[in-house]
């Protein structure tokens, strides 16, 4: 079946750094992916999306490549925030069903 | 977007009751999903609840134990039935964006739920 791995956390980080998170899948077909954040006390929202290989998402300065001969969706900001600092997922869908499938989630703690 | 609203948004509850939980969303919406995100783990798919239909179960949940409503195309609940301490966790409706591909969905906050 469908699955995503993405990397553990916690990820500490001090403002301005460089950040990755990994994210890999496994799925048939062509599945659509997408990064959810989840700040403190909130809801997950959609972060960005891309819907076939080698589509870019990106938003709020966070950009993740749809790579289908590596099956990855890694997540990128070349300067992070303290306002950052969240609880980041992986997730994809694809097949007959709306069903995502969630990674388990990175922690990223932005020190300023 | 969508604006999606819980209550109640926690709940302490002692073991072998049981808890309903509301979801309401701002706009008519066909499809509603429950998830639960236990301590440390990631989000899991409870069910999808159609409006006018029995709503459909993911491997591993039961509607004995997840009944849900969804008597309009703007509410839904979720009940968590006999509870256990295992039962424990963030429990969180959301909806499909208008248009979207289906991944695309907005969450309500979540209702924390500990069980005693």
């Known amino acids: 079946g469908n699955s995503v791995t993405q990397m553990e956390g916690p990820v500490t980080l001090s403002e301005e750094a460089f950040l990755t998170i990994n994210c890999t899948y496994t799925?048939?077909?062509?599945?659509?992916l997408f990064w959810y954040v989840q700040y403190p006390g909130e809801g997950l929202q959609l972060l960005l999306k891309?819907?076939?290989?080698?589509d870019k998402g990106s938003n709020k300065g966070f950009e993740a490549t749809y790579r289908k001969e590596t099956t990855s969706f890694h997540l990128e900001k070349g300067s992070v925030q303290v306002s950052d600092s969240a609880v980041y997922f992986c997730?994809?869908?694809?097949?007959?069903?709306?069903?995502?499938?969630f990674g388990t989630g990175t922690l990223l703690a932005v020190q300023p | 977007s969508a604006v999606i609203s819980q209550k109640p948004s926690r709940d302490i509850c002692q073991r072998g009751t049981s808890l309903t939980i509301q979801c309401q969303v701002d706009s008519q919406v066909t499809m509603m999903f429950w998830y639960r995100q236990q301590p440390g783990q990631s989000l899991t798919l409870i069910a999808t609840a159609n409006q006018g239909s029995e709503a459909t179960y993911e491997s591993g949940f039961v509607i004995d134990k997840f009944p849900i409503s969804r008597p309009n195309l703007t509410f839904s609940t979720l009940t968590v039935s006999n509870m256990s301490p295992e039962d424990s966790s963030i429990y969180l409706c959301?909806?499909?964006?208008?248009?979207?591909?289906?991944?695309?969905?907005?969450f309500g906050p979540g209702t924390r739920l500990t069980v005693l």
């Open positions: 959301s909806v499909e964006a208008v248009g979207g591909t289906g991944g695309e969905q907005f």
């Open positions: 891309a819907t076939k290989a080698d």
């Open positions: 997730a994809l869908q694809g097949g007959a069903t709306n069903k995502l499938i």
């Open positions: 799925a048939t077909g062509y599945p659509s």
